[in-house]
Nanobody, 115 residues
Framework: QVQLEESGGGLVQAGGSLRLSCAAS????????MGWYRQAPGKQRELVAV???????NYADSVKGRFTISRDNAKNTVYLQMNSLKPEDTAVYSC?????????WGQGTQVTVSS
């Protein structure tokens, strides 16, 4: 089972940038599809970005052109570079790993964007 730990969240002003990291344990990281999700207060969790084991990426329309997901299989880490942040990006961001029957989640990291 993959274990995930996010880091890099914090408080930033609108227009600023943050980079989130998700460190994974386990040998199946490179085989896993990795995703970043977020959940704002009172809202459902939504997919932000996903990167497949082969490197293909997909983004929510709301973050296209501003966020970039990447992975470093040598470091068992997936990143989310977030630029031009908006107050509506405020949420708890969680990392997810999927491979066959494995579906693992991290604890999440808070991102707060002030106006």
């Amino acid at each position: 089972q993959v274990q995930l730990e996010e880091s890099g969240g914090g408080l930033v002003q609108a227009g600023g940038s943050l980079r989130l990291s998700c460190a994974a344990s386990g040998s199946i990281f490179r085989l896993s599809d990795m995703g970043w999700y977020r959940q704002a207060p009172g809202k459902q969790r939504e997919l932000v970005a996903v990167i497949a084991s082969g490197g293909n990426t997909n983004y929510a329309d709301s973050v296209k052109g501003r966020f970039t997901i990447s992975r470093d299989n040598a470091k068992n880490t997936v990143y989310l570079q977030m630029n031009s942040l908006k107050p509506e990006d405020t949420a708890v961001y969680s990392c997810n790993a999927k491979y066959l029957w494995n579906d693992a989640w991290g604890q999440g990291t808070q991102v707060t964007v002030s106006s």
